[in-house]
């Protein structure tokens, strides 16, 4: 009995002293791919060839660009090409690699009050800003955030920030400040439109009597990329972990597992690095 309890008390230190020898890297990345299950599917493989693992801290694009700016993330993995760019551009990354896409979509009552249906955006939400139907915009600096208050643009309807509803969006618009689940969620419950990305819809269970009433506008892409914070910059970061899960990720190995999630058979994200 006490040569069992040995054994077992052996095994116990051993697999610790594994984990401990395990290198770690701090990933800042978006509410999407966490929300949406990618990083469930996708973070054990890499940890499987790499013996790496990664602690994310899944915020709004914005506020994980902000938090790489400061030095408290070694990769960057996020879905906002115009700030990833300045984020280059500054220094804070020497290259910006992509790595994958899906689209956006609008969400709202399957009555579709504001006669949104259909494959144009810019159509759509002139029509619910003026007919004042509910709106929920997340107001999180995120990169879904980015995505809507350029789309809001686009349709003639000024934005007039993210802190800072604007009445020509209608009566019913709000913003929650939040990620993109809570979104939906008080979406569902409010019988709201809502502008999300395709993956997080798809893993998403409390829809009530939400459904898909715009898609397929070329305006709907989301194209994400991938960055190692620059280490001449902050030389204490793990660069060199951080460059590895950038290689493997955008390898053919890394490729064929984003491309292999699926939700009921459906495909969340579609692999496109090197394109």
């Given amino acids: 009995m006490k040569s069992f309890k040995f054994l077992a008390l052996a095994l116990v230190l051993s697999a610790g002293a594994f984990s401990a020898n ?88 399957k009555n579709d009050p504001a006669v949104v249906k259909g494959k144009d955006i810019a159509v759509a939400l002139k029509k619910v800003a003026t007919s004042n139907a509910a709106f929920v915009s997340r107001g999180d600096k995120s990169g879904t955030d980015a995505a809507e208050r350029r789309l809001w643009t686009q349709a003639g309807v000024a934005d007039a920030g993210p802190q800072v509803p604007n009445d020509r969006k209608g ?35 409390n829809r009530a009597d939400l459904a898909v009433l715009v898609e397929g506008d070329k305006r709907l892409f989301n194209q994400y990329g991938v960055m190692v914070v620059s280490p001449a910059k902050f030389p204490q970061l793990n660069s060199a972990g951080a460059q590895k899960f950038v290689d493997w990720v955008i390898s053919p190995a890394g490729q064929s597992t984003i491309a292999s999630y699926k939700i009921g058979g459906e495909q969340l994200f579609f692999p496109n690095a090197g394109q």
């Fill in 22 to 109: 395990a290198e770690t890297i701090t990933m800042a990345s978006t509410t999407s791919t966490e929300q949406s299950g990618l990083f469930s599917h996708l973070l054990p493989a890499f940890k499987q060839a790499s013996n790496i693992d990664i602690k994310v801290v899944a915020v709004g694009t914005g506020q994980a660009i902000d938090m790489a700016r400061r030095g408290d993330a070694d990769v960057l993995f996020v879905h906002d090409n115009a700030a990833e760019e300045k984020f280059v551009a500054e220094g804070f990354a020497a290259k910006r690699f992509p790595v994958m896409y899906n689209d956006f979509v609008l969400v709202g009552p």
């Fill in 171 to 205: 009566t019913g618009y709000r913003e929650c400040g939040c990620g993109m689940g809570p979104a939906l969620n008080i979406a569902a419950s409010s019988n709201a439109y809502v502008l999300a990305d395709r993956g997080t819809w798809l893993s998403f269970k």
